[in-house]
């Protein structure tokens, strides 16, 4: 069964930082694409961090460039996103998933496997 599990969110002042992990299991996850979403109340999906385990290519939103680092650790399983600077906008809940097709499932099909979230708030 794949089990993808968000840990770290929290409330944080403006210009602060937090990272978030995923520990996921159930699958080959350093032949997976990971990837970070986030949805704040009454807006979309917006997709702000990816990473390939099979070659650690990277993507990052515009809007968390410089800020955010994806990081991968294969030996435990588990992604994580340093969110640096942090602003209110970047209030939201945090969502990783995971899809075999790599990077480009991230950026253009959509994934396959989900994890129920962590929340993240950034007061000013």
């Known amino acids: 069964e794949v089990r993808l599990v968000e840990s770290g969110g929290g409330l944080v002042q403006a210009g602060g930082s937090l990272r978030l992990s995923c520990a996921a299991s159930?699958?080959?996850?350093?032949?997976?694409?990971i990837g970070w979403f986030r949805q704040a109340p009454g807006k979309g999906s917006e997709r702000v961090s990816c990473?390939?385990?099979?070659?650690?290519?990277?993507y990052y939103a515009d809007s968390v460039k410089g800020r955010f680092t994806i990081s991968s650790d294969n030996s435990k399983n588990t992604v994580y996103l340093q969110m640096n600077s942090l602003k209110p906008e970047d209030s939201a809940v945090y969502y990783c998933a995971a899809d075999f097709r790599g990077l480009d499932a991230c950026l253009y099909y959509g994934m396959d496997y989900w994890g129920k979230g962590t929340l993240v708030t950034v007061s000013s």
């Open positions: 159930g699958f080959t996850f350093d032949a997976y694409a």
């Open positions: 990473i390939s385990n099979s070659d650690g290519n990277t």
